[in-house]
């Protein structure tokens, strides 16, 4: 499996939910490294455990398994102009914590066809909304938000969240709070530190 699995669930959090549990559990305050993979594993195996199944996750690669191609199979989801997934009821404010891997196959329903919200959205305010413009016809650069999120000018963004995924207005009710949103920022930039070079990264002459 997955190559010979019949079906394959996906598991997530959406807006707060899956946060708040994760927020209680131990490995968020035991102080070692990757504290949501560490719970999602735990949660998600014992899940596999109890259905039969195995369990898959979208870290730890490579090699990668597609967990995007499995989200557009099990929901109407499509890609934002920020390469992120958008559901039409979470916008942007959700994510796949690991699926488990089923040998059976169980008859289920389609999900309902829905456009992307994107394709209606008037300016799509999360192209301009970056403090420095890290978003725009070459893509995504990763160096200048970066560098912005070490320096000083980029601490609203690093305690209220993405400033490009803030702005946009799909799914707005379910935005990450101060403090689920500042721990995605520091797991984000901590990831990102090899796009900064020699003289960009702060503390290096």
């Not at 999120?149 to 209220?160: K, V």
Request: net charge positive; with cysteine.
């Amino acid at each position: 499996m997955p190559g010979d699995a019949g079906t394959v669930l996906l598991v997530g959090c959406a807006g707060a939910l899956g946060w708040n549990a994760f927020a209680t559990a131990p490995e968020a305050h035991d102080g070692a490294p990757d504290p949501l993979d560490r719970w999602s594993r735990r949660v998600i195996d014992a899940l596999a455990a109890r259905l039969g199944g195995v369990a898959l996750y979208p870290f730890g690669g490579p090699p990668w398994l597609p967990f995007q191609a499995w989200a557009r199979r099990a929901e109407p989801v499509a890609s934002s102009p920020l390469g992120l997934l958008i559901h039409p009821v979470w916008g942007l404010w959700h994510s796949y914590r690991g699926a488990v891997a089923l040998a059976e196959r169980i008859a289920l329903a389609p999900p309902a066809p829905a456009p992307s919200p994107c394709e209606t959205c008037a300016g799509r305010p999360c192209l301009t909304a970056c403090p420095v413009g890290a978003f725009g016809a070459q893509g995504y650069n990763v160096a200048a938000c970066a560098t912005h999120l070490f320096a000083p000018e980029g601490a609203a963004c690093m305690t209220l969240g993405c400033a490009a995924r803030r702005a946009c207005p799909v799914g707005a009710a379910h935005r990450h709070d101060a403090a689920q949103a500042a721990f995605h920022m520091r797991a984000f930039r901590a990831a990102r530190t090899a796009a900064i070079t020699p003289s960009q990264s702060p503390g290096r002459a």
